[in-house]
T-cell receptor, first 114, second 112 residues
Framework: SAVISQKPSRDICQRGTSLTIQCQVD?????MFWYRQQPGQSLTLIAT?????????ESGFVIDKFPISRPNLTFSTLTVSNMSPEDSSIYLC???????????FGPGTRLTVL | GNSVTQMEGPVTLSEEAFLTINCTYT??????LFWYVQYPGEGLQLLLK?????DKGSNKGFEATYRKETTSFHLEKGSVQVSDSAVYFC???????????FGTGTQLKVEL
């Protein structure tokens, strides 16, 4: 597996502001992913972040709202822009280590928007 | 597209009871199948996996068998413990691990 850390672990933000979430992995990985878990619900893939190329967004998610950076093979950021209470969720990053189809997840960032 | 259907929870059991959480899927091709577990206040952990038909994944007393004929991957444990209380997610992945599709999750509560 991999050791994956996220910062911050939680935050409370005002509507209209933006928050950047960091994801750090202890080994180099090609594929990193960002998911959203809304309260009491399952996980939904936001985008795939590959180093050296633009992120690929899933239907319903756009770059202006969720810009992603992937500057190297161990790090990525997700920004939640112009937040509203509907953005209150847990945001998780995950990685595929290239040795199978499974993904390993970070501990998540719990975001509350007031 | 791909989809995963899980039995709704919460499921409440007494300690040492037998557990089954049903999971069925719809996918093109031959996906890999997973069970993830989320303990209270924690992130997702991979519990077990199976990558082809008739494979059995197992870990920590939990088992699930990849049944292609019934497109199912039911999670079982012979004797649950209070420490198994968590939310369990069934998921599938296309080959290459590019995208995980999750079920809605099933909350398990185990009582003494």
């Amino acid at each position: 597996s991999a050791v994956i850390s996220q910062k911050p672990s939680r935050d409370i933000c005002q509507r209209g502001t933006s928050l950047t979430i960091q994801c750090q992995v202890d080994s180099q990985v090609t594929m990193m992913f960002w998911y959203r878990q809304q309260p009491g619900q399952s996980l939904t893939l936001i985008a795939t972040a590959n180093q050296g190329s633009e992120a690929t967004y899933e239907s319903g998610f756009v770059i202006d709202k969720f810009p992603i950076s992937r500057p190297n093979l161990t790090f990525s950021t997700l920004t939640v822009s112009n937040m509203s209470p509907e953005d209150s969720s847990i945001y998780l990053c995950s990685v595929n280590l290239g040795r199978g189809d499974e993904q390993f997840f970070g501990p998540g960032t719990r975001l509350t928007v007031l | 597209g791909n989809s995963v259907t899980q039995m709704e929870g919460p499921v409440t059991l007494s300690e040492e009871a037998f557990l089954t959480i049903n999971c069925t899927y719809t996918a093109t091709g031959y996906p890999s199948l997973f069970w993830y577990v989320q303990y209270p206040g924690e992130g997702l952990q991979l519990l077990l996996k199976a990558t082809k038909a008739d494979d059995k994944g197992s870990n920590k007393g939990f088992e699930a068998t990849y049944r292609k004929e019934t497109t199912s991957f039911h999670l079982e444990k012979g004797s649950v413990q209070v420490s198994d209380s968590a939310v369990y997610f069934c998921a599938l992945s296309d080959k290459g691990g590019n995208k995980l599709t999750f079920g809605t999750g099933t909350q398990l509560k185990v009582e003494l």
